[in-house]
């Protein structure tokens, strides 16, 4: 999701967009802030076409703090039974409107309230996530879709560790309604899809970040898969008993992300402080 265009800047890739100097699908948050030569400079040789231009590189390695972990000032709603001392699920917490949270995130199309409940510690990483990536893109907010929601359309999100999260037109696939799907990349030149992907890869690590590691992606990209792999080796994170931190599943991942964190997970509000003592290996996870 964009930030708001001003009228002129509306005529103005109206008007480049009838000329050609524009894909379909651009977005002025994408463009480069680029630093005019120094006065005296000597004549540059004509860049390459975007279209002929390499590949960006992959993002370096950042440093453990540059992604913040923090859960909104917000109250959780809880069950009755968390009082009491209940195990999960009679015990679980209600994900705040987005109105409560400064509209850092938006509900994915009808997710019903009921199906935005779960364990407190994912209800604190779904507003931590949403919360640090609406800061790293201002304008732009994170979609959530169900958590804890059993029944015939998930085979999971039983245990209130499970989520759904999309970030439209940003991944691979947009989801246009039931059955219907729509490729977000394929009008895009290869600086404008990398930029895409970028924001995927972002949401990747802001999560990885603020599980320290023990979490699991379902999404289906092979480019992102691999450059977020790198990234997370490189941070020295170490797989959790979830097995491998991302990885495709069936197509349906296609179009947004399916995490899922371990029950032993921190409540919170510090995240990232997951994972620093031994733990079992657990069973292996069953099919998704």
Known sequence: ???????ARRA???ALLAAGALAPGFLWSEQLAVAPPPAHAAPRAPAAPAWEAP??????PVAADEY????PDVEIEKAAACDRGAPYPYCHHQLPEPWKVERSYTVWRNTSPEHRTARLALVNLALATAAEYSRIYPGEVLAIG???APGPRHETHDEGVDMDLYLPSAMAVENLRLGEYGENYADLTPLQRRMRQGRVETLARILATCTNGRLRIFYNDEEVEARFLAWYRARG???SELGPPMRAHNDLHRFHFHVTIPQDSPDGPDLASAGTAPRQPRPPARNR
């Open 146 to 148: 169900d958590l804890d």
């Open 55 to 60: 590949d960006p590189a992959p993002l370096p």
């Open 68 to 71: 913040r972990c923090e859960v």
């Open 1 to 7: 999701m964009s930030a708001r265009r001003s009228p």
């Open 237 to 239: 994170f170490e797989e």
């Open 12 to 14: 103005l890739s109206v």
